[in-house]
């Protein structure tokens, strides 16, 4: 048998294979790397993600805190704690931006972990004060933005490194809380490592730092309204309503202790109509703003002495009232000091641009005597005692008493009196005949106000004018004077047509300052039916003066109407002759007293006044119509003199509605 012989190897075969297992093994390597990329990015994402919701959640309940807290204080310590566990610091301290925005102030508003092995450094950024560009705090102020330290030993410009260093402190950052442009507070954090700067950290402080600025922004924005809502924006002193508060919180300390007396001063500056008058607004309100703080000033250096521990509020009401409550004084002398110093006050010269403007109070006094007195009571009682004092002069002071106690009984039961009388409708008019002095016949009526009390008395207008003009009763009253006058007139033109009667309603102060007063009259001639000519508004010298401009638009905007304006009891008010002229009137009313005047001792210049005022009136193409005429004598001469008009006892007393229809028909 022959040998058996092996087939020959194929090599190429085998060099194919090993590049095959190379080739897998490089793929499988790939793959393998691909794995653990793809591993890697998903597990950063993932970790991405949970720090993601880890700072929104974090974001959330501050947030949340910080809408839901009344107190911005309360705000800050749950961020700090919140922030210190989230970022792991070992201290964290709040400033507030100084009043004068160049320094920071520590706020007391702090938190740490562990404070014991940093009470050196703790203490010292509870007292320290960093200026503008100062420290970490002083930085973040000046450029508004966030700092981070990563190496606190190498740190420039910041004072606590050495204390850092001592207690192991070795990174910090601060951010700012910002209303606006300004920055109200700095928040900063202390961490042991070191820590190199972490953007995205510095990005969550931020929407940190503009959540908490929000909260210190609508807590002052609250602050300033309630402060507005309970002082006086002009002068910046508590208003009625703080002022009452005061006086009810000094009661009740008196209810508890007996012994502790409680005063109301009430001021009333005198003049100061005329003031604002003569020099406008402007200059009224300046005199106001330098007043309150010459009164603040003199009840500091009474008040503020170590020996006088009284508790004290200066306020003021409104207008050119002020007033003062003082409680818990051991001297009983001290409120007519006060008022004596406050009258002193007020006394001082104004220079306005100028002009000198000499000042003036009268200041009523009152003590809360009876038990159960309340804060109405108190102030009403000190109201009544410097109209007391305005009585008396200018420059006085008045305690409220029993006198005065009678009287303001009396004014309040007048007071309330005029109320009832306008719902039960007990005022009337009564009619006073106007006549033509050259013909001698009737020409009108001036239509007078009377109250017929429910037992038939009458009240003359002098007895209660004032107090309804001060309580403002008199809107109401002249309202419907206005119109029960024009329907009066309306009602006998109806029943003696051939008979062209004027009707003269008095307007008072009040009344004529109310806005859209001349629609008021448009209506009662709409509603009576009224010529407009026959109807004669009466306005006395005052209410000219008081705001010309007004004035004088006002009276315009009723002669466009076609209402007539007369100028009443000219003469006894502070008109200007110079300025009559600019005024639309059509009448002049010469006052009583000067026709008396006439008949004086020395008549011969009292009929020259009265000449003079006929030949004023003459030269402005206005009538005349005099009052109070009770003597064939005055009416001669007012005849003689070419006086247009009269009134007065010598023709008639002022009728009652039937008895002045009665005088029509008989001179019809």
């Known amino acids: ?91 964290a301290n709040v400033y507030l931006t100084a009043d004068d925005g160049e320094a920071m102030i520590p706020a007391g508003i702090w938190y740490s972990p562990e404070p014991a092995a940093l009470s050196d450094f703790i203490n010292f950024s509870l007292d320290y004060r960093f200026a503008r ?8 102020l000046d450029d508004q933005r966030a700092h981070w330290l990563s190496d606190l030993r190498q740190a420039q410009n910041f004072p606590r490194r050495i204390l850092a260093g001592q207690v192991g402190l070795n990174s910090a950052f601060a951010f700012p809380l910002l209303v606006g442009e300004r920055v109200e507070a700095v928040i900063e954090f202390f961490a042991l490592p070191n820590r190199n700067v972490d953007p995205v950290l510095l990005e969550l402080m931020t929407q940190v730092g503009t959540q ?38 000094a009661l009740r300390r008196r209810e508890r202790h007996r012994e502790f007396p409680v005063t109301v001063l009430f001021i009333d500056l ?17 005199i106001l703003c330098t007043t309150a703080k010459r009164f603040e000033a003199a009840l500091n250096a009474i008040l503020g002495a170590e020996a006088e521990t009284a508790q004290w509020t200066l306020a003021r009401l409104g207008g050119d009232e002020f007033t003062v409550i003082l409680d818990d004084y051991a001297d009983t002398a001290l409120p007519m000091r006060i008022a004596a110093a406050l009258l002193d006050a007020a006394s001082i010269a104004h220079d306005l641009e100028g002009t000198e403007v000499i000042g003036g109070a009268s200041i009523g006094v009152a003590h809360a005597i009876d038990p159960g007195t309340t804060p109405i009571d108190l102030l009403r009682a000190a109201d009544t005692a410097m109209y007391a004092a305005k009585n008396r002069g200018r420059g006085q002071v008045a305690v409220f008493d029993a006198e005065l106690q009678k ?47 429910q037992r038939g008395e009458i009240v003359s207008p002098a007895e209660f004018i004032e107090v309804a003009e001060e309580t403002g009763l008199i809107v109401a009253i002249g309202e419907w004077v206005l119109n029960e006058a024009c329907l009066a007139a309306a009602r006998w033109t109806r029943r003696y047509p051939g008979k062209t009667l004027t009707m003269s309603v008095n307007v008072s102060p009040r009344q004529f300052a109310q806005p859209g007063f001349p629609r008021l009259v448009r209506a009662a001639i709409a509603n009576s039916g009224i010529d407009p000519a026959t109807l004669s508004l009466e306005v006395t010298e005052g209410i000219a003066i008081a705001q010309p401009e007004r004035a004088i638009r006002v009276m315009e905007e009723l002669s466009d109407i076609g209402v007539k304006i007369s100028l009443d009891d000219f003469g006894t008010g502070y ?36 000449r003079a005022v006929l030949d004023l009136a003459n030269t402005m193409d206005m009538k005349v119509v005099a009052e109070g005429i009770e003597t064939v004598g005055q009416r001669n001469r007012l005849r003689d003199m070419g ?20 005088l029509i028909a008989a001179r019809a």
């Open 212 to 249: 908490l600025g929000r909260v210190i922004e609508r807590d002052r924005f609250n602050a300033k309204l309630v402060f507005d809502a309970l002082h006086d924006p002009l002068t910046g002193l508590p208003n009625r309503a703080l002022f009452m508060d005061r006086i009810e919180q």
């Open 1 to 91: 048998m022959g040998a058996l012989n092996p087939p020959s190897l194929d090599l190429s075969q085998s060099v194919d294979l090993t590049r095959e297992f190379s080739r897998l093994q490089r793929a499988l390597r790939r793959e393998r790397l691909a794995r653990e990329e793809a591993e890697a990015i998903a597990e950063k994402g993932l970790r991405d993600l949970y720090l993601a919701q880890q700072r929104a959640d974090l974001l959330h309940r501050i947030a949340t805190v910080a809408n839901q807290s009344s107190a911005v204080r309360d705000a800050l310590n749950f961020a700090l704690v919140e922030l210190c566990e989230f970022t792991e610091s070992a201290f």
């Open 407 to 453: 009287r303001a009984l009396s004014r309040l039961h007048l007071e309330n009196g005029l109320r009832r009388a306008l719902r039960r409708g007990e005022f009337r008019l009564f009619y006073q005949p106007i006549i033509d002095m050259e013909s001698d016949q009737l020409a009108g009526f001036e239509a007078l106000l009377r109250w017929e009390r």
């Open 133 to 140: 560009g100062e420290g970490l705090p002083g930085r973040v």
């Open 643 to 662: 006086c247009s008009f009269a009134q007065g006892y010598l023709y008639s007393r002022p009728l009652d509605a039937d008895s002045a229809e009665r």
């Open 270 to 286: 005198d003049g100061f109509k005329y003031v604002n008058d003569s020099v406008g607004h402007h200059a009224g309100d300046a």
């Open 575 to 610: 008109s200007s002759l110079g300025h009559l002229h600019r005024y639309p009137f059509n009448t002049l009313k010469l006052d009583r007293s000067f026709v008396v005047g006439m008949g004086a001792v020395d008549r011969r210049k009292g009929i020259g006044i009265v």
